[in-house]
């Protein structure tokens, strides 16, 4: 089958997985005070749904803009790691891959990653991958923020569920594969916490970054897990 069209059947999960999430940003955004074509346009040009999330909650919050670049671009330094793996694996020249990237996600990158002996990725697979992911995450928060005053209000405060169980997922299988990962996003959560009881004066925006530079920094301090080996070498054990 043509790499494409595989790319696009692997991306309709992640494309059906995110139209609820996308939906929901698209109404929160509507209510955070964007135009409908703004939160459209946010999820065109930026397409990192995390990041687009906190950055409209910052924005609601009236926080300064600089906290909110500061904010997304320390979350969104994780796709420097992601980029640079999959760039290993990815059989294109360096403007092509560079293009590319404007698709990593974290789903994304799971699913072109996932199948580890297969040492090469195709770019015609990747862009089906993404595209299909993209388009997704596009039509969701068109559908949330220009059917926002249609939607009831009890049904959108239920999907904003979905951010958390995104986030969630994303971070429960990590937790149990490394326990420094574990500690990490429990220290983060607890420093934050933390910092929103001693200094309230400080916004949201520098409570995430300061929270997340400081687990970000013991978590680089913390020793490297080794992997487990079977101390048994005879036959039988």
């Known amino acids: ?54 950055a409209v909650n910052l924005l609601q919050s009236h926080v300064p803009f600089i906290e909110i670049i500061l904010t997304t671009f320390i ?44 040492q090469q990725i195709k770019a015609s697979y990747f862009f089906g991958l993404a595209l299909t992911s993209y388009s997704g995450w596009v039509l969701g928060t068109f559908l949330g923020s220009y059917f926002s005053t249609v939607i009831p209000a009890n049904f959108a405060v239920g999907m904003s569920v979905a951010l958390y169980a995104m986030f969630i997922g994303l971070l429960i299988p990590s937790m149990k594969k490394s326990w420094q990962i574990s500690f990490i996003a429990i220290l983060s959560g607890i420093f934050s916490w933390v910092l929103s009881l001693l200094l309230p004066q400080l916004s949201s925006g520098w409570t995430i970054i300061i929270a997340t530079l400081v687990a970000t920094t013991v978590g680089f301090l913390l020793p490297e897990q080794k992997e487990e080996t079977n101390p048994c070498t005879t036959p039988g054990c």
């Open 1 to 54: 089958m043509n790499q494409f069209k595989i790319g696009v059947k692997s991306g309709i999960p992640i494309a059906l997985g995110y139209l609820p999430i996308a939906i929901t940003f698209g109404i929160l955004s509507v209510q955070a005070g964007l135009t409908p074509a703004l939160a459209t346009g946010m999820s065109i040009w930026v397409f990192a749904g995390a990041s687009q999330f906190i």
């Open 75 to 118: 979350l969104n330094l994780r796709h420097l790691l992601m980029s640079t793996a999959l760039s290993r694996r990815l059989t294109s020249n360096t403007l092509i891959s560079s293009l590319l990237a404007f698709g990593i996600t974290d789903e994304t990158f799971v699913v072109a990653t996932v199948d580890e002996e297969q």
